[in-house]
């Protein structure tokens, strides 16, 4: 069983930074495609930035590109999310997942099978 857990959230005033990190208890994640999603209340959870095991590929959804950059330390067993320029409208809790079967698909959170308990980001204007 793999449990993930992130950290890293907090409130940030807008075009401000913030760092998410994501570890594993127990599990090394090296092996695996990791992904960052967020949610806000009443909607669904949506995709943000994915990362395949030897971070060749990187994945973003259009509203982050060029902000958000997701990046990984297999090292230290660590998937980070770098926010910059942050706009109110980032304002979710942030969820980092991982998979451990292939799929030609990112977005999607069915394509994931594990998952963190989410990090709060709220960004003030």
């Known amino acids: 069983q793999v449990q993930l857990v992130e950290s890293g959230g907090g409130l940030v005033q807008a075009g401000g930074p913030l760092r998410l990190s994501c570890t594993a208890s127990?599990?090394?994640?090296?092996?695996?495609?990791m992904a960052w999603f967020r949610q806000v209340p009443g909607k669904e959870r949506d995709f943000v930035a994915a990362?395949?095991?030897?971070?060749?590929?990187?994945y973003y959804t259009d509203s982050v590109k060029g902000r958000f950059t997701i990046s990984r330390d297999n090292a230290k067993n660590m998937v980070y999310l770098q926010m910059n320029s942050l706009k109110p409208e980032d304002t979710a809790v942030y969820y980092c997942?991982?998979?451990?079967?292939?799929?030609?698909?990112?977005?999607?959170?069915?394509?994931?099978?594990?998952w963190g308990q989410g990090t709060q980001v709220t960004v003030s204007s």
């Open positions: 990362i395949t095991s030897s971070a060749l590929n990187t």
């Open positions: 127990g599990h090394t994640l090296s092996s695996y495609t």
């Open positions: 997942a991982l998979r451990t079967y292939y799929s030609r698909n990112y977005s999607r959170t069915d394509a994931y099978d594990y």
